[in-house]
């Protein structure tokens, strides 16, 4: 299957200060890239849809402003967490897919986010 | 809009036994995908199985199966041969087809496997 990279794996920040989570598809070109968080034992909870070239499409109750969604290219969509808080420690996770045609999306192997 | 039911938290299968798990899903479209997706330890989120709701064969990848049953909207997943490495929370999926780009996944809440040795 296709492959999708995610960095950092792990981050530890201070409150208050910004992290930038990096996804990449390596093999294939993502024509829609997806933000998920993820707290313990439970389902994948999807953030944001983006478009390369296009504003990101949040979910209901998550903060635009909070977190920013860059997707410039084909391969690389960024979120940004602002003015991180301990209550957003938690699992986020990307996934790409293709473009139409492409049934399956290809999930990063995650960053686990913990904010002091 | 889409629901995927997961009515097993958790399932536990001896290593070389058979185990199926249970997922059902509600829809009012005629065109959409499913899958199985599984999560190890690890967390890393890796697709298991694939079925195309036009297709009337169950999908079919080595020692997984589906058993697709579009009328019922039933999407089991039998693992055959359970092995210690089959350990993992194992989530169903759907998505929408009808023609957009972005239809995303809706998942289940998941089925925590564990396979006693």
């Known amino acids: 299957g296709a492959v999708v990279s995610q960095h950092p794996s792990r981050v530890i920040c201070k409150s208050g200060t910004s992290v930038k989570i990096e996804c990449r598809s390596l093999d294939f070109q993502a024509t829609t890239m997806f933000w998920y968080r993820q707290f313990p034992k439970q389902s994948l909870m999807l953030m944001a849809t983006?478009?390369?070239?296009?504003?990101?499409?949040?979910e209901q109750g998550v903060e635009k402003d909070k977190f920013l969604i860059n997707h410039a290219s084909l391969t690389l969509s960024t979120l940004t967490v602002t003015s991180a808080h301990p209550e957003d420690s938690s699992f986020y996770i990307c996934?790409?897919?293709?473009?139409?045609?492409?049934?399956?999306?290809?999930f990063g192997p995650g960053t686990r986010l913990l904010v002091l | 809009a889409q629901t995927v039911t997961q009515s097993q938290p958790e399932m536990s299968v001896q290593e070389a036994e058979t185990v199926t798990l249970s997922c059902t899903y509600d829809?009012?479209?005629?065109?959409?995908?499913l899958f199985w997706y599984k999560q190890p330890p690890s967390r890393q989120m890796i697709l298991v199985i694939r079925q195309e709701a036009y297709k009337q064969q169950n999908a079919t990848e080595n020692r997984f199966s589906v058993n697709f049953q579009k009328a019922a909207k039933s999407f089991s997943l039998k693992i055959s041969d359970s092995q210690l490495g089959d350990a993992a929370m194992y989530f169903c999926?759907?998505?929408?087809?009808?023609?957009?780009?972005?239809?995303?996944?809706?998942f289940g809440t998941g089925t925590l496997l564990a396979v006693q040795p």
């Open positions: 996934s790409a897919r293709g473009g139409l045609g492409q049934e399956t999306q290809y």
């Open positions: 999926a759907y998505r929408s087809e009808d023609g957009g780009a972005t239809n995303k996944l809706i």
């Open positions: 983006s478009n390369e070239g296009s504003k990101a499409t949040y």
């Open positions: 829809t009012s479209e005629s065109d959409y995908y």
